[in-house]
Structures are given as structure tokens and as C-alpha cells.
């Protein structure tokens, strides 16, 4: 079969098609190059007309990547897919989903794993990258926290998927009166693989070479 | 803030409206209830109108699985999202792209990392359950495989996702006179959720607990 069989003609093709068909006019430089990998993952140009965000966002992260921030993340698969190599501080990459005590906290409040899985985060939450790619309940849950305390993310990258709670979730964090600075997908659609995408684009400038999944 | 915070709750009521607003017709039983969770994983109903498949793919596959078949995957975040205590003979969930030796080899062939992995799966491609959701080129090389050596995997759940490859690969698997099972997402649209959904679906028939991502 006649196909392109290297990664850097595969991630040089795929981009000049991207930016040929996506509308990214309205995307600071640094934004856009985030959303280029955000519409890669998703496979689907149309993602960039609900992209979401403050415009400090990008800037806000990365400095806080390159300060040593933790990276919080509300699914394993977000988690996984982030490409430690590119991190500028060996950052640590934290999930909680699948320690075996949160079930037990959940049943006993009434809530999902994921929301017990955030309150876990709260030690290391001031000044991190918050990344959710999964739950809903998780982005609710972060906001809750954040009015509660006081203690502030350095930035929220939130894309949890789904048809209850995905869109509120997003709406609320784009509404936010806490000073958290974001990036968003509004509506149903969001998912681990663009918010890998997202933070990987975050985390390194270098395009052709910021994965490690298809080289 | 005011939202549904059990799990149980949050999947019945997603489930509700995937079916009330995706066209399932077409169908079978046991391929339609993949197909929910599919487009529970993508947060976009219209996904089920890309799906193509083999009407037997989704018993082969659960068939293979209870007799104990590997879960053969192209990337990280496929394996890690397959939930192993739901497989039903603790079955084998086999990922090589993060082998250290896959890059010299890449090199040496002039192919993706990618391809040299899948070369890895051959000594247990027969009967297997293959789980494609990143790359265009582990399904081409798939492909190749299968032609040259006789051996058959039980069923591909081949649901690239991107710009290029993604859709021509898809298309050549369902188009195969390999004797293949498959089922995949017609397009660019794809990925590892939708990809974990399938496998995770296929695994098991219990529904409403079929994950811990969001209990």
C-alpha cells in the first residue's frame, strides 16, 4: 500500500492541512499553535470555533511548566498521555482516579470517584496546570473548590466530554469570577486525546517533534 | 453549584439522550450498544453515522476476549483506558510503542515507531483482539501484515483519527478481502476514546458500570 510512512512528513502534511481549513484568525499566536494540536486530535477543524479562552492562558501555563508546576489530571488516559520527555521541570504528572479508597469516599458523600479524586489535589492545586479531559463532575467540582479555598491553578485546560454536565461544566469555568485563566471546548464535545493535545502544545514549541505517540 | 454527582445517575440520564437522539436503525443488538458508547466517549451523536463494521465483529471480538485473546493496542492511552478488571479472563492488554528500542528501528526502515510496533504484535496477532485509535500507520502496517503472513486477528476495532491516512486506512480495512472482522469510524474522526469505549463495550454488557472514569 502507498502510504506516508514517516512521522515528520505524516505531523508536516497533517498541520498544512489544518491550517489550511481552519479559521484560527482569532487566536493569539500562542493560542493558535495550541489549537492546531487541539483540532489534530480530534480530527475535526470545526473544534477551533469552540475553543474558549483567556488570552493569558497559554502564557500562564507554560510559565508555570517551566516554574515546576504539577500538572492535575481528572482521568488516567489524560494523564498517560502527556509526553513527560517534553516537560521543561521533569514536572509531576498526578491522577488519583484509580487509588482504591476513593470508592469508599464517594459512597459515604455521595459523589463520583472523580470529584473525591480533585479534592486529593487540593495540597498541590496553588499555582498548577489543572488538566480535565474526562468528567464533568470533575470541572464542577474544581470550581467548588477554588470558591471554597481561595487556592488558584495557574491555569485550567478543560475539556471533559459528554451529554450531561459537559457543557454547564464548561460554561461555568468560562464564566468564572475567580481569575482562572482557561481553555475551553464549549458544547458536548472535549476528551482526553485534545486535552493531551492541549498540554503537550503547552508544554514545548517544537511541533513536529511533540509526541512521542506516532513518531 | 447544582449537578448530578453519582455516577450511576449521570450514565443512565447519558444514555437516555444518546438514544433518544442517535439513529440506531441500522444496528444490530450488540453493535448498537457499542455504538452508544461511542458516541458517549466523542459527545457527538453523528459519529454513529461513520460507523461501518462487520455484523459479527462485536460477538467475534467478545468471543475471542472470553477465550482468553490478547488486546492488541497502537498507543498508551488505548491500553491504559481498557478497564482490565472488567476483561473477562484477565486478558492480556499488549502496547510496544514505548518500547526504547522501536525508535533505532523506525530509523533503520525509513517507518513510524508505530509500524515497527505492530511488527511486534505477530507472535500473538492470531485470534487477538486489535485495538487501533491513533495511528493511520499502525492500521496500514496491519494490513500489510495480514497479508503477508495468513495470520488473522479475531476482530480490529481500527478507529484512526487524523489528517492524513486516518480516513484511507479505514477505508482499506473496510474494504479488505482478508477475511477481517472490523469495526471502524468512517473520516478523520476518531481516536482513543472512542477507541477504549469500543473495546471496554465489547468487553462487557453491563452498561451503567462498564467504566471507572466517572463512578
Redesign the interface.
Given at each position: 500500500?502507498n502510504?506516508?510512512?514517516?512521522?515528520a512528513e505524516?505531523y508536516e502534511?497533517?498541520f498544512r492541512?489544518?491550517r489550511d481549513e481552519t479559521d484560527l484568525a482569532r487566536f493569539p499566536e500562542d493560542v493558535s499553535r495550541v489549537v492546531v494540536r487541539m483540532v489534530?486530535?480530534?480530527?475535526?477543524t470545526d473544534i477551533a470555533d469552540d475553543v474558549a479562552f483567556t488570552p493569558a492562558v497559554v502564557a500562564r501555563a507554560n510559565a508555570a511548566l517551566r516554574a515546576g508546576a504539577a500538572i492535575l489530571c481528572d482521568?488516567?488516559?489524560v494523564a498517560?498521555?502527556i509526553i513527560t520527555s517534553r516537560l521543561p521541570r521533569s514536572n509531576d504528572v498526578i491522577c488519583h482516579?484509580?487509588d482504591p479508597a476513593l470508592?469508599e469516599v464517594?459512597r459515604r458523600e455521595?459523589?463520583?470517584?472523580?470529584?473525591a479524586a480533585v479534592d486529593l489535589w487540593l495540597p498541590r492545586l496553588e499555582g498548577a496546570v489543572v488538566a480535565i479531559g474526562?468528567?464533568?463532575?470533575a470541572l464542577?467540582r474544581l470550581?467548588?473548590v477554588v470558591r471554597a479555598t481561595g487556592v488558584r491553578p495557574a491555569a485550567v485546560v478543560g475539556i471533559p466530554?459528554?451529554?450531561?454536565?459537559?457543557a454547564?461544566?464548561k460554561e461555568?469555568l468560562a464564566a468564572n469570577d475567580l481569575g482562572l485563566e482557561y481553555l475551553v471546548v464549549r458544547?458536548?464535545?472535549?476528551?482526553?486525546?485534545m486535552t493531551?493535545a492541549a498540554v503537550n502544545a503547552i508544554a514545548s514549541t517544537d511541533e513536529l517533534t511533540n509526541t512521542?505517540?506516532?513518531?
Open positions: 500500500m502510504y506516508l510512512r514517516t512521522g505524516i502534511e497533517s492541512i489544518i489534530h486530535a480530534a480530527g475535526a482521568s488516567s488516559m498517560t498521555g482516579i484509580k470508592a464517594a455521595g459523589i463520583t470517584k472523580t470529584m474526562n468528567a464533568p463532575t464542577f470550581l467548588e466530554v459528554g451529554f450531561v454536565g459537559a454547564e461544566s461555568a458544547g458536548r464535545r472535549g476528551g482526553s486525546a493531551v512521542s505517540r506516532q513518531d
